[in-house]
Nanobody, 127 residues
Framework: QVQLVESGGGLVQAGGSLRLSCAASGRTFSSYAMGWFRQAPGKERDIVATITWNGGSTYYADSVKGRFTISRDNAKNTVYLQMNRLKPEDTAVYSC????????????????????WGQGTQVTVSS
């Protein structure tokens, strides 16, 4: 099973950009679909974006479509989330997750299928 560590969060003004990274341990990273999720205070954790094991397909929540881009580099065991035109409502703790069962599928899946989670990184967007 992979272990995941996020980085790249911080404080940014509305309209700005951030790039989050999620580094995975182990030699089986390319066997997993990857996803980014976020949780704002007092709210449920929501899916943000997912990418298949080979990067061939991606999925985005409607709220971030056209602003965020998920990508991966299997040689570096890392998945990225480029966030542009950030809004105050994007403020949340962002976490990455790995799913081996549905590695070839982009899009939402049973929440329990995500095998591993990172600890999260805070993103705060000021108005």
């Amino acid at each position: 099973q992979v272990q995941l560590v996020e980085s790249g969060g911080g404080l940014v003004q509305a309209g700005g950009s951030l790039r989050l990274s999620c580094a995975a341990s182990g030699r089986t990273f390319s066997s997993y679909a990857m996803g980014w999720f976020r949780q704002a205070p007092g709210k449920e954790r929501d899916i943000v974006a997912t990418i298949t094991w080979n990067g061939g397909s991606t999925y985005y929540a409607d709220s971030v479509k056209g602003r965020f881009t998920i990508s991966r580099d299997n040689a570096k065991n890392t998945v990225y989330l480029q966030m542009n035109r950030l809004k105050p409502e994007d403020t949340a703790v962002y976490s990455c997750a790995a799913d081996r069962t549905y590695a070839s599928m982009a899009g939402p899946r049973p929440f329990g299928s995500w095998d591993a989670w990172g600890q999260g990184t805070q993103v705060t967007v000021s108005s």
